[in-house]
């Protein structure tokens, strides 16, 4: 359990978190706003919109992977601490290591040692060394990421790993015959070098379709799906699965075969198996038509919550916004430094604007060839979700925030 409240105190270069203290040291790069955030944990909250999803997730797998005893197949492991070691975040996955998600830009770091984790992946490898062929992690993750409507430095991922040895999987399909799981060929799009295509066959298959019908099953059959081919250091072959919300394709999920190597290194060798990512705000906006990533944060205000205060988490909802007030449209530019990064500007515009900032979008890159600089100018959106903001307070919030960016970053404010 990591339910003790968290506290920063960078005074004497430590960091409080969930009751451990962490040495701060040059990449330490956590905001104090982020820090009341962590560990909340809203998908173990009670009639939270993450929380029904959670269940409906959990009931799927049970009801879909039963062994002979009748039995889930599945263990379910929901509060892990997010806090995790970059080796359990990076290197068990395989994450080489000039891979761009190591950079400081891309994840919140405690110390050089520590981080939060990016993904529920990072607990993978530490399960699968526990014996457990069959699991699902839920999890809040972190991540320094662009600012818009679907994007949120926290969120929360389900992880799904199956791991079958050789005659199970075949057995299974009730496929007889000599047929084996490993053999010593060569690797290219369609399977790893260790691998039959007759294993990756099967696995693609179950993986595949027990996603598409976890789609149907919380969306209907009239949702609209697709796959895209994909890559990550820790599958092969990789997929992602889009659904159409909106209008648009929206990207939910990440999934492939498991590498071996990632296994074998796990002590798991002997088999093989399947995993997933998905994010579950991206499937409860779906679910609940939430229009909005940050209504997920209203979990004190009454308004939100009695809307998904239901007995059976597969009830149908549709979200009806409480009442939607005026957007505050701004634009801001400056001339950039050296190493400057979007991320850095995105990172400081949440922890100074807070949830008040709907959308921050980068609107025109611009260089000057005789002053040899760059200029990029952003739209900042602002939305209140629960008031009608003010223009005096846009202005202020939109002051500081210019403030922050040339004392932090350095940049030179061209108003
Ligand atoms: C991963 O995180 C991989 N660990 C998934 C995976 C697991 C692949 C196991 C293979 C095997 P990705 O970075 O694409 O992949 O994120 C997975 C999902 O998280 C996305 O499809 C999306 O639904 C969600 N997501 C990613 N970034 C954000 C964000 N900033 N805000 C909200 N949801 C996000
Ligand atoms: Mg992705």
Redo the contacts with the bound molecule.
């Keep these: 359990c990591y339910c003790t409240s968290p506290k920063l105190s960078e005074k004497n270069g430590t960091i409080e978190l969930l009751g451990k203290t962490y040495k701060t040291d040059h990449v330490t790069n956590i905001r104090s706003s982020l820090i009341p955030k962590i560990g909340i944990g809203l998908h173990n909250m009670k009639h939270h919109p993450l929380n029904l999803l959670k269940k409906q997730i959990v009931d799927y797998f049970y009801k879909n992977f039963i062994n002979r005893q009748k039995n889930p197949v599945f263990s379910v492991y929901d509060s892990i601490s997010p806090v995790v070691t970059l080796h359990q975040n990076f290197d068990s996955l395989l994450v080489p290591v000039d891979h761009v998600s190591r950079k400081l830009s891309e994840s919140f770091y405690l110390n050089s040692e520590y981080m939060l984790r ?4 990072a607990h ?1 490898s530490d399960l699968i060394r526990t014996g457990l062929n069959a699991f699902l992690v839920f999890g809040d ?1 972190y ?1 320094r ?2 600012i818009d409507s ?4 926290i ?1 929360h ?1 389900a ?1 799904g ?1 199956r791991l079958y040895r050789g005659q199970e999987l075949f057995s299974k399909m009730n496929i007889t015959g000599d047929y084996q799981i490993f053999e010593n060929g060569e690797k290219n799009e369609t399977k790893q070098p260790l691998h039959t295509k007759e294993a990756v066959m099967i696995l693609e298959h179950e993986l595949k379709s027990t996603l598409e019908n976890l789609a149907f099953e919380l969306f209907g059959k009239d949702v609209e799906t697709q796959w895209v081919d ?1 890559y ?1 250091p ?2 092969h072959p ?1 997929w ?1 699965l889009e659904i159409k919300f909106q209008g648009e394709w ?7 075969i ?1 590498e071996q190597e990632l296994l074998t290194a796990a002590g798991a060798g002997d088999q093989i198996g399947w ?5 579950l ?3 409860a906006m779906r679910l609940y038509s939430i229009p909005d ?1 940050r209504q997920f944060w209203r979990y004190n205000d009454s308004g939100f919550m009695s809307q998904f205060d239901v007995k059976d988490p597969s009830t149908p909802i549709k979200y009806k916004e409480v009442s939607s007030y005026p957007q505050r449209i701004y634009n801001m530019s400056f001339w950039l430094t050296d190493g400057y990064n979007e991320n850095d500007f995105y990172d400081l515009v949440r922890n100074v604007g807070g949830d008040v900032v709907e959308q921050v979008r980068l609107t025109d890159d611009f260089y000057h060839p005789k002053m040899k600089r760059h200029s990029h100018c952003y739209e900042i959106v602002y939305r209140d979700m629960s008031k009608s903001l003010s223009k005096e307070e846009a202005n202020i919030i939109h002051k500081q925030i210019g403030e922050a960016a040339s004392k932090e970053l350095g940049v030179e404010n061209r108003w």
């Design positions: 990016a993904h529920t992946s993978q993750v991540r990421d662009t679907s994007h949120y430095p969120f991922q992880e790993v994909a990550f820790f599958t990789s992602e929206l990207e939910v999920l990440g999934c492939g498991m995993a997933f990512g998905l994010g705000e991206r499937l990533i």
